[in-house]
Each structure stands twice: as C-alpha cells, then as structure tokens.
C-alpha cells in the first residue's frame, strides 16, 4: 500500500534584487509532438505530455546556491500537485545537471502547487551552465501531468536565485516563461442555447457554440439551423459563438426545439426547449449571480479575458443569458481598494444594461468564518449602488441591506454559509449547485430551520464565462480531498431560472425576492411546479388536500422527478421521455411544510423547484416516509456487464498507481453517461466502508475522475466546512 508523504509547503521570498540569467519553456507532447523551444509557448488545453523548463545563469553560482521556480499566481496551474516521491505516477517532477544526472531538489507537494521546485546547487555552477526541471516526467513510467484543460492568456513561472547568506531570492527577470493555453483541436460537440420563451411564428436569436474535447469555445461553422421555417445570420459576438435567427414555426406545438447543425464536421446540437405561446402570465429567464472577473492577484489583469465588461458580454452573447451579476472577491481587497474594483465592473454593467434584451447587477463575493457567515454574494438591484466595505461583519450587511432593493445569497464555497447567521427579508435565495457540486443538504439545512428561501444554481467560475456550461476541470477534491490530485471539479455550468413578467430590472427583482427561482446544474430545462395553483416559491395555507403538479420538459430525457416534502421523499416517478407531467393528492399533517420537486435528467444534469410553503390545517398522518436522500439499496453483486465494464480495468490501474486501492472495495460499473461535458462511466462502490460514486471521463488523454460521497450525485450528506484561513492541504484526507 502507498504511503503518501507528508505534504510540503513552500515560500519561497522574492526581494527587489535580481540576478541575471536566462530560461526557457517547453511542452513535449505524449504522442511525440512538440511545441517550440521558447520564454513564451503556445499549447493546446488539456494534451498529455511534460513542461521542461531550462534555466541558463549568466553569472557563475556558489555550491550551495538555490534556484526557485514559482508560478506567478493566478488562476493556472501547471499541475494540481507537483510530486517529487512516485516516479511513476502523475506529476512527478525531476531536475537535471547537462549531462542528465539528478540534482535535489525540493517540490511543493501541496494541493494548488505554486513551487515548480526549489533547487539547491551541490557544486560551483559555471555562467550559461544548464538546469532542467520537468514536470511531469513521463520517462519512468508515469502518465506525465496534462495542459490545464481551460483556455488561458498568461501562465507564468517566475525564476529566483538564492545566493549562500542571503534572506531573500533575487528576481530573474529574463528567466520569467509563459505559456499560452489554446483550445485542442478538432471541434469535437456544438451547445445550442434558445431563448425559453417565443410566440408562433417568432424570429428568435440561437447561439451555437463549438467547443474542444474540454468545452472549451473555438472556431467552428458555418452552422444552420435546420427545418426552422428560415434563418439569417446575426452580427458577430465577438467570441467563438455563432447566432443565427431562426423562425420558430406558426404550427409549434406547446414546446419545441430547434436542431443547429454543422454540416461539414457532420455535428448537430439541440436547443434547450422552447416554450411557445401567445401569451403567458410569466416568462423563464435564465442567468447567474455567482461569475468572477479580475479583481486581485488570484483572477488577475495577466489574463484580458477576465475583464469585467468581457464577461457581461459572454453572457448576453456567447451563452445567451437574460442576466448575469456579482464580480470580483472582496474579502481579497483592502478596503482601500475596493472602489477601484466597483467602478470597473459598475462602467461595464452599465455597457450592456438594455431592457428586454440583458440585464446585468452588481456584486461581490463576502466571506468571514463559518461561524460568521461563511461565503455570501451580496448582490445590488440597481447600478447606482454603494461601494461595498470588505470589513463589514454580517450582522451589519442585514442591518443596512434590510428594507433595501439589496440581496444576499448564501453558498458553498472557501467557507460554507451554514444557517448559523439568517436573515428572512434579505436572503430570499440560497445557491445549492455550483462549479463546486450538488449541496442539497445545504439547501435542507436552511429549509428544516423554517427559513423560508429559494433555490438558485451559480457557477462560481473564475473565467468571467457566466452560463458556460459546465467543464471537467483538473481540480482536486474542494472539501473531503480524498482523492489527492485528480478528484475532478467543474469549471461552470449551474445557472438559475426565474418567472417574471418582463425581462426588466424591476420585474426580475420582484420574482427573486418572491422566490420564483429554480436551480440547474447547466440544462436550461423547463420546470413548472405548483401547490394547489400556486407556483414555486408561494406561501399558502391548506384546510383541506393539496394538490401538487409538476410540468418538465427537458434538455435531455428525463430520467427521475422526485417530490419531497419537509425532509422525506413523498413520491418518485421514472421518467424515459422528454416531457413529464404529474399530479399527486397530498394530505399534510397539521403545521408548517414546504414542498419542491428534484429533476434528474439521463445526460447527468440535475435541477431543483423552490419551494411551496404550505401551513396546513388539513389533519393528514404523520407517515414513515424515506429521508430526501436515502439511496435505493443495490445488490452490487447482481450486476451484470454493461457498457461501463471496459473502463473497470483502468480505473483499477489508477487507484493503484495515484491513490490507496486498497481502500476501496466492490467498484461496480453501472452504466455509461453521454453528458454534455463528456462521456463518461459511472462506478458504485464502497471506500472505508462508505458508499461512494465515481465517474470516470475517459476521453480524455489522461482521464479526469470525479469522486462523491454516496451513490447519488445530489449531495446526500453535510460536509464539514473548513475556517477559510486554514490552508486547505492540512486537512486532505490521505486514505490510509
């Protein structure tokens, strides 16, 4: 069994001296392929293969000197976790005198690795004398590590030189390299997006947006849409996205879909359904109020697609959102500095503030101590808002957002916003999908206290790409960190849906702070779910039976809709097809309820009702009734092969090769899930005795493999936050 050693820390200090000196960057492709020997590289997202850095001093060194190799900190990483201890697993980094002999050397093995290496010169070093690091050394066995999946402007790994006395590293500044992260070729899928809502015989907007074997948008087309009565191309995004308008037919039937289709590359897309009526008391309209632009050293000016105005266009352009809001973290900014931040995003916002086409808000991310308030987007209704002070305690942001057309969002995220701290006039909504994963559970905790609040999805992106669907990003496992290196995240995808009347600031405040809101993990579904009449959000009250309906029509085949009330499961019905509708007769015991609906489609995707509060004098029984998240029991032993099973033996490989196999038993494939993220085989199986859910992305060159507590993938269960100024590596769990 695998030990894993100890994790390494490193921080190395940068002085204002430098020293003179040169290097360069290179990026050797698994399937032999190279990009050029350069300071500044170009390569393709998410490719196998191995960085070598060279490093040339111009000056002689003295044994004993160091050489430090720090990526400079933003977003990228050129590797979860460098390692330093298993040859022949992920990446693993070595260092090289001329001649290929080792020199020592020592490498963050932290999760989010900043430290390439520290290198320490057991001898004199003559001038021009050559030092090479690879990361991701490929030659002893190991898989190598992988581009960062996502597309990127700027990554950067500085170089210092430590000289013996010395307290701090002199700067490089000639040895500074970056790379330039691409998308990789060919086109491999195209997402559609449609508005939610058109009349018969409507000219609607449609956007195709083709995307590499990450998601990542590039360059693709022409497009068409095909049978759609006529369509016309539209002005440039000024992104890979392509709109076209479309004529949605005078015959539609109640919801329809249109078929975008590349006819060169022999690819199609549908739209997300569209429903068509004349008239219709509310319309769906979807965006996010959790996307980050720039702000700080973490999402920073070293990349220009993170630009505050890049980002409320990628909304209203690339992914066809209706509105998007919040922006940069100012728990990262001194107070000071706040202001600089507000303008830059309140001048973008105002850019694309157009009734009845977008409407942006303006936000920022707050954090304090779980105890304290945890992680919340404070989010304004109106552009002329108040710069925000990042010292203010929570207590404070209730007593002056109280009464006021401001908003607070609670969520998962650095800190969890357990409902330690409420406020039922200004948290109307609690985001319970992101980037991060499913947290039902935390929904629930806020929902069993009586808090009356709504369901919203949000991606907590940090690519300023509000409503991109989600990604399979390289990311380590966020909370429980049992797997070490390769517990895969999502880069995007959750997004909201809210009724209102008219696609105006006004009118969307008015639904959010009624709670007419639904969440999704990324498909742009329709949800309709009501209590005797009254829609999502509502409060009521009941003398008699209730009578819930539930109306989906899906972005892909549905495959479950549960209906829970309070923190039971009242009712499951199987789905099979696109569109679903139910009714039910419920009698609820005496007292207060709330009522919401869990859609689970066959592509992966997730989405959850608010709920209806419903206080009861109806007299029902008080019924055993499985838990919201009690799992079905499975005889894993009776399953039989099924188009899982030929990836069972790689996932075997890499536990063995990257983890502790031996603390997991029974891994049972079960089937296989074409995604919009990918496809990908799904494993039930027990890790120290707790049920667990794997998928395997095997796609990709290095498959990406995403880790979950049980067998559902809606968050069953709470998970013990962290205080947000504790480092994150001290707390991964090293399964043995």
């Known amino acids: 069994m695998r030990q894993l050693p100890p994790t390494r820390k490193l921080d190395p200090q940068f002085g204002e001296e430098t020293f003179p000196g040169t290097a360069t960057l290179l990026f050797e492709y698994a399937d032999g392929q190279r990009s050029e020997r350069a300071q500044q590289i170009t390569v393709f997202s998410g490719r196998q293969g191995t960085w070598v850095l060279d490093f040339c001093p111009a000056r002689a060194l003295p044994a004993g000197s160091k050489l430090a190799f720090a990526k400079i900190e933003n977003e990228f990483r050129f590797a979860w976790r460098h390692q330093d201890y298993w040859p022949d697993a992920?990446?693993?980094?070595?260092?090289?005198?001329?001649?290929?002999?080792?020199?020592?050397?020592?490498?963050?093995?932290?999760?989010k690795?900043?430290?390439?290496?520290?290198?320490?010169?057991?001898?004199?070093?003559?001038?021009?004398?050559?030092?090479?690091?690879?990361?991701?050394?490929?030659?002893?066995?190991?898989?190598?590590?992988?581009?960062?999946?996502?597309?990127?402007?700027?990554?950067?790994?500085?170089?210092?030189?430590?000289?013996p006395g010395e307290a701090a590293y002199r700067q490089v500044p000639e040895a500074t390299v970056a790379a330039r992260v691409v998308?990789?070729?060919?086109?491999?899928?195209y997402h559609a997006f449609a508005p939610s809502n058109a009349r018969p015989g409507e000219m609607v907007r449609v956007?195709?947006?083709?995307?590499?074997?990450?998601?990542?948008?590039?360059?693709?087309g022409p497009v068409q849409v095909l049978g759609a009565g006529g369509a016309a191309a539209l002005r440039p995004t000024g992104f890979e996205a392509i709109q076209l308008a479309a004529l949605v037919p005078t015959d539609a039937q109640r919801t329809t879909r249109l078929l975008v289709a590349d006819v060169g590359r022999s690819i199609t897309a549908w739209t997300n359904p569209i429903r068509v009526l004349d008239e219709a008391p509310y319309h769906v309209y979807w965006g996010e109020f959790h996307w980050h632009g720039y702000d700080a050293d973490e999402i920073n000016v070293?990349?220009?697609?993170?630009?505050?105005?890049?980002?409320?266009?990628?909304?209203?352009?690339?992914?066809?959102?209706?509105?998007?809001?919040?922006?940069?973290?100012?728990?990262?900014q001194a107070p000071q500095a706040v202001h600089q931040w507000w303008e830059l995003y309140r001048e973008a916002a105002r850019k694309v503030d157009e009734e009845g086409r977008y409407v942006p808000f303006l936000g920022c991310e707050w954090r304090d101590r779980e105890l304290e308030g945890g992680d919340r987007n404070l989010i304004w209704r109106d552009l002329d808002a108040l710069v925000p002070d990042p010292t203010w305690k929570i207590d404070r942001i209730y007593e002056l957002f109280r009464g006021q057309p401001m908003m607070v969002t609670p969520h998962v995220g650095g800190t969890i916003a357990m409902p330690y701290k409420h406020d039922p006039d200004v948290e109307r909504l609690c985001e319970m999908t992101s980037g991060h994963g499913n947290f039902e559970w935390f929904a629930q905790a806020y929902l069993s206290k009586g808090y009356r609040v709504g369901l919203i999805g949000g991606s907590d992106g940090h690519r300023a790409a509000p409503g991109h669907p989600r990604m399979v990003s390289a990311e380590g496992g966020r909370f429980v960190n049992t797997l070490r290196r390769r517990d895969a995240g999502w880069y995007g995808g959750p997004v909201l849906a809210v009724m209102a009347e008219r696609l105006d600031r006004e009118s969307l405040w008015e639904a959010f702070r009624q709670r007419r809101t639904y969440a999704s993990t990324g498909a742009r579904a329709l949800l309709d779910f009501r209590v005797n009449g009254a829609p999502m959000g509502a409060e009521i009250?009941?003398?008699?039976?209730?009578?819930?309906?539930?109306?989906?029509?899906?972005?892909?085949?549905?495959?479950?809709?549960?209906l829970i009330r309070d923190q039971q499961r009242l009712h499951r019905w199987e789905g099979g097809s696109l569109a679903f509708a139910a009714s039910l007769i419920d009698r609820p015991p005496d007292g207060p309820?709330?009522?919401?609906?869990?859609?689970?489609?066959?592509?992966?995707?997730?989405?959850?009702?608010?709920?209806?509060?419903?206080d009861s004098s109806c007299g029902g029984p008080v019924l055993e009734l499985p838990a919201w998240n009690q799992e079905d029991e499975v005889n894993l032993a009776a399953i039989g092969e099924n188009a899982a099973t030929p990836y069972l033996d790689d996932l075997l490989h890499y536990l063995r090769t990257e983890e502790n196999a031996e603390a997991f038993r029974q891994l049972?494939?079960?089937?296989?899930?074409?995604?919009p993220m990918g496809e990908y085989a799904v494993f039930y199986g027990y890790m120290r005795e707790r049920k667990v859910r794997i998928h395997w992305f095997h796609e990709f060159e290095v498959p990406r493999i995403r880790f979950e507590i049980g067998w559902a993938q809606y968050g069953v269960e709470r998970i013990v936050g962290q205080p947000w100024a504790k480092p994150l590596f001290e707390n991964q769990d090293r399964m043995g």
């Open 90 to 111: 992920l990446e693993y980094t070595s260092v090289e005198d001329p001649s290929g002999q080792p020199l020592p050397f020592e490498s963050d093995t932290c999760l």
């Open 113 to 163: 690795s900043r430290v390439a290496a520290i290198v320490t010169l057991p001898r004199d070093w003559a001038a021009g004398e050559l030092v090479r690091i690879r990361l991701g050394d490929r030659r002893f066995g190991g898989a190598g590590c992988f581009v960062w999946p996502a597309t990127y402007e700027c990554a950067r790994i500085a170089a210092g030189v430590l000289l």
């Open 183 to 189: 998308p990789c070729p060919p086109v491999k899928r």
């Open 207 to 220: 956007i195709a947006m083709p995307v590499d074997i990450n998601g990542n948008p590039m360059e693709g």
């Open 302 to 332: 070293l990349n220009a697609d993170t630009h505050p105005e890049k980002a409320f266009r990628y909304g209203r352009d690339a992914t066809g959102l209706d509105f998007s809001g919040v922006g940069s973290h100012i728990f990262r």
């Open 541 to 562: 009250e009941a003398q008699r039976d209730v009578q819930i309906e539930v109306r989906v029509d899906g972005a892909a085949l549905i495959e479950q809709v549960t």
């Open 593 to 614: 309820h709330y009522y919401y609906v869990r859609v689970e489609q066959q592509d992966g995707e997730l989405l959850w009702s608010s709920p209806v509060w419903v």
């Open 668 to 675: 049972t494939p079960i089937k296989l899930v074409k995604s």
